[in-house]
């Protein structure tokens, strides 16, 4: 009774948004957070429409009908999506990832007249003028197993699944239903499409399939907006590996027992690169603040973490480990370095590392007047804009 209610009040279909209905539409009946209810839009000739679930958040998609037009990009988010659903947790020889039963459309059984090769792009024929990309590698790894490509002539089974307005043929080994609801990811990243939480608090990632293309366009980026939190007044005083912060603690979301991030490692065009992430409270938080930020040349305190604090501020969470964690009603009266960080850190990853290195002395102080310069200049692919 309480879901049925939540969705006639949070949640209508997805073409109730659009002036008029036609096949440009898809998925109109799909239930899509109404944060925007009231808002119309106007159906273009030569695009299509659909729902498009990214970091816990519905958008409208647009994509081109033609190849030669404009790319895929979003039109407005519609808010961030509570419920539960059904998903197909997919185990491959990479590991396990999960897709959302909504956005697959069915499990096939693979025969040499359902292949064909395009350069270097093996390709799935299902009918109805429907043709899939077949993934044989995936683009994230637990971290306990190795990079592994598919042979075609292994692939026996693949779930045809949906991302954007594009297809693709995932092979698996195994597959299990399972149920989660979709944690809040601030602001865009390009390893993981969303990350699932299941009922026994486990993080499950559904990756992004499009093998290193480029995501959405720039509009896709939600409004930064000031999120309203319990009111908490003072600063927290903390100890990460030797350096200490005075953090504002109306910045602070969460202080929390020391937590063990999750790690994956992402597979581009560079290389492998360690991604490391925490699930709390439905938020997803990847930028962690810890001894290794500084690199293990740079440290100055053997301290094991204790402490967990998550940070967040106009759609951006950070994750701090530290050793120490003290309230102060107020700041003390000398002066304290970061209060014009805004023209102190560099934009250049190797710059914010000499920066960081050069103020070990130095007491920082982190308030929500430099919170997002502190964020671009600790992880410079942040963008300000």
């Known amino acids: 009774m309480f879901e049925s209610r ?3 009040q949070f949640y209508q279909s997805f073409g109730a948004f659009f002036l008029t209905q036609d096949t440009s539409i898809h998925h109109s009946t799909r239930l899509v957070p109404s944060l925007v209810s009231g808002e119309s839009f106007e159906v273009q000739n030569g695009y299509y429409y659909y729902p498009m679930r990214q970091g816990g958040s ?3 998609g647009r994509a081109a009908k033609h190849e030669d037009a404009a790319g895929e990009t979003y039109l407005a988010c519609l808010g ?8 197909y947790e997919v185990e491959t020889p990479n590991g396990k990832c999960v897709f959302p039963h909504d956005e697959c459309l069915g499990r096939y059984r693979v025969t040499d007249l359902d292949v064909y090769c395009v350069g270097q792009t093996w390709w799935f024929h299902c009918g109805s003028h429907l043709d899939a990309e077949i993934v044989l590698s995936m683009p994230l790894s637990e971290t306990d197993r190795d990079a592994f490509c598919f042979l075609m002539s292994d692939v ?4 045809l699944v949906q991302q954007g307005h594009r297809f693709f043929a995932v092979p698996y080994v195994s597959i299990r239903d399972v149920e989660g609801v979709c944690s809040r990811m601030p602001s865009q990243r390009s390893w993981a499409k969303n990350i699932w939480v299941n009922p026994l608090n486990q993080a499950m990632v559904e990756p992004w399939l ?4 480029p995501l959405f366009e720039a509009a896709s980026k939600k409004e930064r907006m000031k999120f309203i939190q319990s009111a908490k007044n003072g600063y927290y005083f903390v100890n990460v590996c030797g350096r200490m912060f005075w953090v504002e603690a109306s910045l602070v979301l969460s202080v929390l027992p020391y937590q063990v991030p999750q790690t994956i490692i992402q597979f581009t065009d560079a290389g492998a690169e360690c ?12 930028r962690i603040l810890s001894g290794a930020t500084f690199g293990e040349e740079l440290a100055v305190s053997s ?3 204790a402490f967990t604090l998550i940070l967040e501020w106009q759609n951006e969470s950070i994750l701090v480990s530290c050793s120490s964690c003290d309230w102060h009603d107020n700041v003390p009266d000398y002066d304290v370095a970061f209060d014009g960080i805004s023209s102190l ?3 250049s990853e190797e710059g914010g590392r000499d920066f960081l290195s050069s103020a070990l002395s130095s007491e920082m102080l982190i308030n929500k007047k430099n919170y997002l310069s502190f964020v671009a200049g600790v992880w410079p692919s942040f963008s300000l804009a």
Do not use: M, N, W
């Open 58 to 60: 519905v958008y409208i």
């Open 345 to 347: 850190l560099p934009t």
């Open 210 to 213: 499009f093998d290193g293309d």
């Open 275 to 286: 991604v490391d992430f925490l699930v709390h409270d439905g938020h997803c938080v990847d």
């Open 303 to 305: 301290a094991k973490a």
């Open 156 to 159: 026996e089974h693949v779930l």
């Open 80 to 87: 961030h999506d509570y419920l539960s659903y059904r998903l």
């Open 6 to 8: 939540f969705k006639r």
